[in-house]
């Protein structure tokens, strides 16, 4: 408030009063944050899961809801761990020239 130039002065308890709001809106953000993380059972919180909460809450959406980046469209193409988990077998990926994988490493010379 005080880097606003058309502000000239802030009483000591307005000040006080909007760092306590803004503390509360926090607290409020990160629980129903934490909620959505919980209900799509994940471990993370992500902007996905933050947006999905101020969605939720219309007060909070009516001003904040802009700020959010566009959610990513879903594509046709799978993701990294939908490719992981239909791989039938490991298959191993050619190794640059000169260089050798971490398996070489571990493995008995004979």
Avoid: C, W, Y
Avoid at 13 to 19: C, D, I, K, Q
Avoid at 27 to 52: C, D, I, P, W, Y
Avoid at 86 to 97: E, N, T
């Amino acid at each position: 408030m005080k880097l606003d130039k058309d502000i000239g002065k802030v009483n000591s308890e307005a000040l006080f009063l909007v760092a306590s709001s803004t503390e509360l809106f926090l607290q409020f953000l990160a629980e129903q944050s934490g909620r959505v993380t919980l209900e799509k059972k994940k471990r993370t919180v992500r902007t996905e899961h933050m947006r999905v909460a101020v969605k939720r809450h219309r007060a909070t959406a009516d001003f904040l809801l802009d700020s959010f980046s566009e959610p990513p469209q879903p594509s046709d193409q799978q993701t990294s761990m939908d490719r992981v988990k239909s791989r039938p077998g490991k298959k191993k990926k050619p190794v640059p020239f000169a260089t050798r994988s971490i398996d070489a490493f571990f493995q008995k010379f004979s």
